[in-house]
């Protein structure tokens, strides 16, 4: 039985970490994969809870063992997806729940094609940039960086099966469980899920 592959996109500010770790706590039973990051941890982030945080000599070693799934560089610091993770994960069963960016995306679904999508869009580019400078961990040019990328991650939306637009909390949240409860519905999700059951009522 191979578990369900959920892939999380958004623009940098959109509220994608809160939206998940909020989504965790209610599906405890999906795996969240983390992932690894030559990015300096911001505060209150912890080693190996929010990412793997290497050495850039060390992620060069891992591209070049095949370690990871996907990885790719993004405002100048590189991140990567643990293949092994995900893999075992799945293959136990388990859900795992990917949060990245729309690049990493496509790699994965080239190896993952049954992958589930979901963007998750800020309300107006107003109140992106309001989160990001609110944040207030970032420096003014890096904030100006990643308004210029939005603009172009948001390209790739419809590269997602499904759309969320942040802007109240608690109903992009209603809404995101409502994508997990219905993959998990599928009727060839359902037949992985409860073989024996299926082969009762309906092969038999």
């Known amino acids: ?25 209610q599906k405890p039973d999906i795996a969240l994969s983390i992932s690894c990051t030559t990015r300096a941890p911001r505060p209150n982030e912890v080693d190996g809870r929010d990412y793997h945080f290497l050495d850039a000599a060390r992620f060069q070693r891992m591209i070049e063992a095949g370690d990871f799934l996907e990885w790719a560089q993004v405002h100048g610091n590189f991140y990567g997806t643990s293949r092994r993770f995900i893999e075992d994960a799945r293959d136990t069963g388990r859900d795992v729940l990917l949060e990245i960016d729309w690049q990493g995306a496509a790699q994965v679904r080239k190896v993952f094609p049954d992958a589930i999508g979901v963007f998750i869009l800020p309300p107006s580019l107003d109140a992106l940039a309001a989160r990001l400078h609110d944040r207030a961990s970032d420096s003014a040019d890096v904030i100006a960086r990643r308004l210029a990328a939005a603009r172009e991650e948001m390209r790739h939306a419809g590269d997602f099966s499904y759309v969320i637009i942040n802007d109240d909390l608690d109903a992009a949240l209603a809404q995101f469980v409502s994508i997990v409860e219905a993959a998990r519905l599928e009727f060839l999700n359902q037949k992985k899920r409860h073989p024996d059951l299926f082969h009762h009522l309906i092969s038999a």
């Open 1 to 25: 039985m191979s578990g369900l592959l959920f892939i999380v996109a958004a623009p940098s500010g959109a509220g994608k970490t809160t939206l998940v770790h909020r989504l965790l706590a």
